[in-house]
């Protein structure tokens, strides 16, 4: 177990270095430079050069990558040529809001889906497993920014019921105590049921399948012949080892709860590293993109590794 832990380790670092160079290339072979966005005609041509020489800009694409490979290895991603700051403090600033809008989404994802498909099971084809069906259908189908923009529409500018955008509004930034924390809330409404709703149909179908499979096996039928109720069989028996394989997904799914949904944060002006990684590929911030793709790399290798240990934690087969 220990040697098996180390292999995907050191592939998984591996795997980062690939990612992060090849973004480093992509990125430093691409016509312009972020000097090009000072398209202000008042800046000199001379402040433009010095802008370049200042930050590397004018030294050859391996000259730079070895700089840049040199300080990531000790933990210096460099400085944001934006926000004029760390790349470590950008990220870890907006880190936390990403990770609590994409942790309430998921779990609406998957609390959602779980739901859905037992209310399907009690009466398999029939009206409410039909109608619940074309739901998810059409909720997996829907594209997240086209969802986003219907709640936004909707709720927000013609019921006015929920705020549109940010964390905060003006007067909850200023609040404390609990005032502070329903402001949030509201804020947190619409992004998160744009990330749920389009997940959650996925779930449901996945989940309604494997249970109509796990309710035929024999242990089933078996806890059904001891005296055990449909539900019960459903629910102690059949339920668990439906659920083995969403383990799977819900590590899978650490590299969008780091990265977040860039969609969704740019339509709600959420300020997480969606937002960021946005607003740096516009700019053409080198060292936030490459930052950022770290942080959503290292939490690809994560994910997986959590997957598997889980699974194998749940599961005494996978041990065996």
Known sequence: ??????????????????????????????????????????????????????????????????????????????ISWTFHRKVTAVLGEVLPNTLLLTSLGLALELGGGVVLALVQLRRPHGKADRLITLFSLTAYALPTFGVALGLVSLFAYRLGIFPPSHVH????????????????????????????????????????????????????????????????????HALPNSL?????????????????????????????MGQVMYNAALGRDVPLLLGGTIVATVAVVVGNLLADVAYAAVDPRVRA
């Open 169 to 236: 509004s003006l007067a909850g930034e200023s609040a404390t105590g609990w005032p502070r924390v329903a402001d949030l809330l509201q804020h947190l409404v619409l992004p998160v049921t744009a990330i749920g709703v389009t997940g959650v149909g996925g779930v449901a179908r996945y989940l309604r399948g494997s249970l109509l499979d796990e309710r035929t096996e024999h242990y089933v039928l078996a806890a059904r012949a001891r005296g055990c109720s449909e539900r019960r069989a459903l629910l102690a």
């Open 1 to 78: 177990m220990v040697a098996w832990t180390l292999r995907r380790l050191a592939i998984g670092v591996l795997l980062v270095w690939l990612v992060a160079s090849a973004t480093f290339v992509m990125v430093g072979l691409a016509p312009g430079d972020a000097a090009t966005r000072l398209s202000d005609p008042r800046i000199p041509a001379a402040a433009r050069e010095r802008w370049r020489r200042e930050f590397g800009l004018d030294r050859p694409l391996p000259v730079r990558y070895a700089a840049w490979l040199g300080a990531a290895a000790s933990g210096d991603l460099g």
């Open 244 to 272: 083995l394989p969403l383990i799977t997904m819900t590590g899978m799914s650490l590299p969008f709860l780091v990265s977040g949904s860039l969609v969704v944060e740019v339509v709600f002006s959420w300020p997480g």
